[in-house]
């Protein structure tokens, strides 16, 4: 069985995907950085489902945590697919955005993804088959206002995922994104109103954790072996 690291397991999109892979056949880690046990409670329900998972915690933005907590789950067996889902919002206007806003952003989403796929992806090269897949955000692509941090984050993230991708495509190993819009989860209440998401989005209604999850679990698949480089939007044509 094939094992599967989602960071942010434990919030909405996140435990949507553990889910999907854990249909799929995958033993799944649900991580969460301090709220264990909604991250529990995720993966007792994929468990009652009948399917594998266990819930683990550490601060994707502490280096040599992460790095200790995944050497630790390495010793079970290769992670073959890591789905970097953790991130934060911060936002204000440029001009008011504070440094901690700023950092605390980026630090996260950016160099969370650098403490988690690093010392994943060699074991992923020497078993020559791995999937990594890194959520960004449509503000990655076409920006937001208030979100330049969150912007910049999600646009490296975008940009680093085709260069990792030239740089392992030769043993096994896909590397994409996929960059959801406006998605129905805790983050966007109080954010966007059903006539707002009518007005910015054509298919005028907000996207399913469930259909985000639809797009992870193909990319994570033998089908999708020969798609890699590759910054994937999901959001009801809004660009």
Not at 111 to 132: C, K
Not at 227 to 237: E, L, T
Request: glycine share 10%.
């Amino acid at each position: 069985m094939k094992r599967a690291l989602v960071t942010g397991g434990s919030g909405g999109i996140g435990a949507a995907i553990c889910r999907k892979l854990a249909a799929a056949g995958y033993d799944v880690l649900v991580h969460a950085n301090s709220n264990l046990d909604k991250a529990g409670s995720v993966a007792e329900e994929i468990r009652a489902a009948g399917g594998s998972a266990r819930a683990i915690a550490f601060d994707v933005t502490a280096a040599a945590a992460a790095k200790a907590a995944l050497e630790k789950e390495l010793e079970a067996g290769v992670i073959q697919v890591l789905v970097n889902n953790a991130g934060i919002h911060a936002d204000a206007v440029f001009p008011a955005m504070s440094a901690d806003k700023w950092a605390s952003v980026i630090d996260v989403s950016l160099n969370g993804f650098y403490n988690v796929t690093q010392p994943l992806t060699m074991p992923m090269l020497r078993s020559r088959w791995g999937r990594i897949i890194n959520i960004t955000s449509v503000a990655g692509i076409v920006g937001n206002r208030g979100q330049v941090n969150y912007s910049a984050a999600k646009g490296a993230i975008n940009a680093a995922t085709k260069s990792l991708a030239l740089e392992v495509a030769t043993r096994g190993v896909t590397v994409n994104a996929v960059a959801p819009g406006v998605i129905d989860t805790g983050m966007i209440d109080g954010v966007f109103d059903a006539e707002t998401i009518r007005k910015i989005v054509p298919m005028q209604r907000a996207g399913k954790p469930e259909e985000v999850a639809e797009l992870v679990a193909f990319l994570a698949s033998d089908a999708a072996a020969y798609i890699s480089g590759q910054v994937i939007s999901i959001n009801g044509a809004m660009v």
